[in-house]
C-alpha cells in the first residue's frame, strides 16, 4: 500500500500538538552528545534540515540533534540497531504540467532517516559533521530587526504588528519575564511583519476562509521557532496557545495545510536571518535509495 506521506506528517504534528508537545517548542538547547548543533541536521553532510523536516524531526525525543540515512550510517562505519523505526521526512520532486508545460508541479516523497542515538559504531567526534555556529557576533533577535530595517517600537502592554503603520509594537523588556520571553516574542511579531505586501505578501484568505488569520498565527509560532533556534534561543511557550484548536481544525480538514504553514515561515525565517538554513534534501534522498 502506497504511503500518503501528506496524511502521514499531518497526523504526526497533529498527534503532537494534541499532548501538548507542539514541535516547534522542543527546547533546542543541544543534545546529549557534547559539541552537537542545536538544530535537526544531517550528521553526514553537517546540513541543517529546514521548513517541514524541521517539525517532522522535531516531533522525536532523541538528546540527539543528528540525522542519517541507512546508508550514510554505513558509510560512516557504523550501522543501524537492528529492530529501530526510522523517520519519513520529505524531498519535493517536480513534473509539468500536462496542459501546461511552462508550468511545474512540486509534489512531496518520502525517505527515511534515523537519529545517530539509534546507531552503533559512529564516534561522534571524530566522523558526525555538525552545522557551523549560527551567526558570529550579537545573535539576539533585536539585532535581526535592525538588519532587516524592522521598526520597533516599545508602548502599552500588548505585543502586536500593525500593518497601517508598518511598524513592530511591544511592550518594554523589563515588562517580560526574560530576555528569552521578549526575545520569542518579538520574533513571532517580525514574522507577521514579514507578511507586508511590500515583503512576502502573505495571504490565506481565499484558501483558509474564517481560519486564515489563526493560520497566519500558526505561521508565525513556527517562523518564530526557526528563527529562534538559529539565534540559539529557546521559546517560552506558545505565544497564541488560544488558536490551538483553530489551527487544529485547519489541519486535521487540510492534509497539505502543514506544509503550507512550513513553506511559508521557512520564507520568512529566511527574510528575518537570511539563506542560512536552507538544505537540499534531495540529496539526503539520494543516499537513501
Known amino acids: 500500500m502506497k504511503t500518503d506521506i501528506y496524511q502521514e506528517v499531518t497526523d504526526r504534528i497533529v498527534a503532537s500538538i494534541e499532548a501538548g508537545t507542539a514541535p516547534w517548542l522542543r527546547p533546542w538547547t543541544g543534545g546529549k552528545i557534547k ?8 550528521a553526514a553532510s553537517g546540513r541543517v534540515y529546514n521548513g517541514i523536516n524541521w517539525l517532522i524531526l522535531s516531533c522525536s525525543h532523541y538528546g540527539s ?9 554505513k558509510e560512516l562505519g557504523g550501522c543501524v540497531r537492528k529492530g529501530e523505526k526510522g523517520t519519513p521526512i520529505v524531498f519535493w520532486s517536480f ?3 500536462k496542459d501546461d508545460a511552462s508550468k511545474v508541479i512540486p ?7 534515523f537519529n545517530v542515538e539509534q546507531c552503533d559504531g559512529i564516534e561522534a567526534s571524530r566522523r558526525l559533521k555538525v552545522p557551523p555556529p549560527a551567526i558570529p557576533g550579537d545573535t539576539s533577535i533585536t539585532a535581526v530587526a535592525a538588519r532587516v ?4 517600537r516599545h508602548a502599552g502592554d500588548r505585543a502586536y504588528y500593525s500593518p ?3 511598524q513592530v509594537v511591544l511592550p518594554g523588556i523589563n515588562n517580560f519575564k526574560s530576555q528569552g520571553h521578549y526575545d520569542s516574542t518579538l520574533a513571532h511579531e517580525l514574522v507577521h511583519w514579514t507578511g507586508h505586501t511590500s515583503r512576502n505578501n502573505r495571504q490565506f484568505g481565499a484558501r483558509f476562509g474564517d481560519e ?7 505561521v508565525a509560532e513556527i517562523g518564530s521557532a526557526f528563527v529562534c533556534a538559529h539565534q540559539g534561543i529557546d521559546l517560552d511557550g506558545l505565544q497564541h496557545a488560544g488558536y490551538v484548536d483553530n489551527w487544529l481544525k485547519v489541519l486535521k480538514n487540510d492534509k497539505r495545510a502543514i506544509f503550507t504553514a512550513a513553506s511559508a515561515a521557512k520564507k520568512a525565517a529566511e527574510y528575518l536571518i537570511g539563506d542560512v538554513a536552507v538544505e537540499e534534501e534531495i540529496e539526503d534522498a539520494k543516499l537513501a535509495a
Open 35 to 42: 559539541g552537537f548543533g542545536s538544530e535537526p541536521f544531517n
Open 65 to 73: 540533534n543528528g540525522w542519517l540515512t541507512f546508508k550514510q550510517a
Open 95 to 97: 513534473i509539468r504540467d
Open 107 to 113: 509534489f512531496a516523497r518520502g525517505y527515511t532517516v
Open 149 to 152: 530595517g524592522a521598526v520597533v
Open 164 to 166: 497601517s503603520v508598518d
Open 212 to 218: 486564515a488569520y489563526a493560520f497566519e498565527e500558526l
